[in-house]
Structure formats: structure tokens, C-alpha cells
């Protein structure tokens, strides 16, 4: 990853942080977005202290002039964003009859929406480039979930959300083919990150461990290997995929 430019949404806590921190320590120019400002901060001290380099830049992904701002702000740093990293999300698990319209519109806004406009800005900008541009791997990931393509209970909006960004990324690989974009989704399982350790330790969420083939969660860390594999040279033939990394908990 040495000298490439990644921009990473929802980069503030969680997976987002944890793969700035990797991506950072693997030699990549980290753009990290997401509206906190002060976890942003605290992040690239992080990993500018491990010799990284990084920048904080308050994003709404919500808002596409706000994602603009981003990328010329990442531009005017480190130069174009080769690989863009579809992290930023909410989840708001609930009975469908029990959630409000307004928790669902905000929760599509981040997931769907957020995910439409920060793609957009990535592949528009990767296309007026031209491929004689930049010679590095051209690399938009989306992190999904595994309830994008398995019914979860009090998941009917959250599990919409994600099978929209799966078919999402299988659809901008097949339309930025030609121009060399390599768009995946990755599938992660649960994971005991801040959004949802509180149910994990809750009785219900113990007794849906226990019902997994593995009868554990996934640690973070395992989302490793299948994020730098999909965003390095090693995948040029690779695009278009939905790759599952849940530690069997889907085959339950």
C-alpha cells in the first residue's frame, strides 16, 4: 500500500478505524472521514505516531457537497484517491412496525444514500483521470454485511440498506469496467465493535452466538487480508464480487 490514496468513510470508530489504523501502518496516504472531528484528530495522531500519514477531514456522506469537499481536500494533500473505502453506516435494529419513518429515512440517507454519493465522487473522479492518469490499482470497496443477503430479525431497514450497497458495488463494477475500477463488497459477520457490543453482551445477543456454527464473534482483525487483497494489484481480475468474511456465522 505504499503511496497509495485511500479515503475512508465512517473512518471515526469501529471498523473505520481500525482499517485507517492498518491502512496507515501499511505505508497508504489515509484520508479519514467521518463528523467527529475530535475522534478524527485523536486517529491521525495514531497512526501518524506509527509513522503513517493521514488527514482528518469532517464529512457529512450524507450531503454530496460535503463528500466534494473531501476528495479536494484529500487531492490538495496527497493528490487524486486511487482506492475509496464505503465504510460510513448506522444501524437501528427494531420490530419494522416499531420504527419511526424518520429513523428509517436517516438510516438510508447514511447507508444507501452516503454510499451512492461517496462511490459517485470516487469513480467520477478516477474516470475524468483517464487511465494514462494514475498507474496505481483503482480500488472502491463497500463494507456490507451479511445481513444484506440473510434476513435478520429487527433488520427489515438495516438489511435493505446493505443488499442495496451490495447490488450497488456489483453495478458500478460493471459500468467502470472499461475505465479499469475494480468496485466489491465485503460481507463482514458480527464483530464486537462499539455500534453493537452492548447487544452482543445482552441475553439475546448471547443466545444468537450460540446458535453459530463457531459459537464466537469475529474479531475485527479478521477483515484484514480480504481488504488488502481487494485493494491491491493482486486483485486486477477481481470486481463485481460480494466476499463473505463472518467466520461461518451466515452458514447458521
Known amino acids: 500500500m ?7 468513510t ?3 470508530s469501529g471498523v473505520g478505524r481500525h482499517l485507517a489504523r492498518l491502512l496507515g501502518a501499511k505505508g497508504a496516504n489515509v484520508i479519514c472521514c ?3 472531528q475530535a475522534e ?3 486517529l491521525v495522531v495514531e497512526i501518524e505516531a506509527a509513522g503513517g500519514q493521514a488527514l482528518a477531514q ?3 456522506v450524507t450531503d454530496a457537497a460535503s463528500v466534494a469537499a473531501a476528495f479536494d481536500a484529500a487531492e490538495e494533500r496527497f493528490g487524486l484517491v486511487d482506492s475509496t473505502i464505503v465504510n460510513a453506516g448506522i444501524t437501528n435494529a427494531m420490530p419494522a412496525i416499531r ?5 428509517f429515512d436517516q438510516l438510508m440517507a447514511i447507508n444507501l444514500r452516503g454510499a451512492f454519493l461517496t462511490a459517485r465522487e470516487a469513480g467520477a473522479r478516477l474516470i475524468a483521470a483517464g487511465e494514462g492518469g494514475l498507474t496505481r490499482p483503482r480500488r472502491v470497496v463497500f463494507i456490507a454485511s451479511t445481513a444484506g443477503r440473510k434476513p435478520e430479525r429487527g433488520a ?3 438489511g435493505a440498506s446493505k443488499a ?3 447490488m450497488m458495488a456489483k453495478t458500478l463494477a460493471l459500468e467502470w469496467a472499461r475505465h479499469e475500477i475494480n468496485v466489491n463488497a465485503v460481507l463482514p459477520g458480527f464483530m464486537p465493535t462499539d455500534i453493537i457490543a452492548d447487544y452482543l453482551d445482552s441475553e439475546a445477543g448471547q443466545k444468537q452466538i450460540a446458535g453459530w456454527p463457531r459459537k464466537r464473534t469475529m474479531p475485527v482483525e479478521d477483515l484484514d487480508a480480504a481488504m488488502l487483497f481487494l485493494l491491491s494489484a493482486g486483485s486486477r481480475s477481481v470486481s463485481g464480487i460480494e466476499l463473505v468474511v463472518d467466520d461461518t456465522q451466515s452458514l447458521a
Not at 505504499?2 to 475512508?8: F, I
Not at 420504527?99 to 429513523?103: H, K, L
Open 58 to 60: 469532517v464529512c457529512d
Open 34 to 36: 467521518a463528523r467527529r
Open 10 to 12: 465512517g473512518a471515526s
Open 164 to 166: 442495496g450497497m451490495i
Open 99 to 103: 420504527m419511526s419513518v424518520e429513523s
Open 2 to 8: 505504499n503511496g497509495r490514496n485511500v479515503l475512508l
Open 156 to 158: 427489515a431497514a438495516y
Open 40 to 42: 478524527l484528530d485523536s
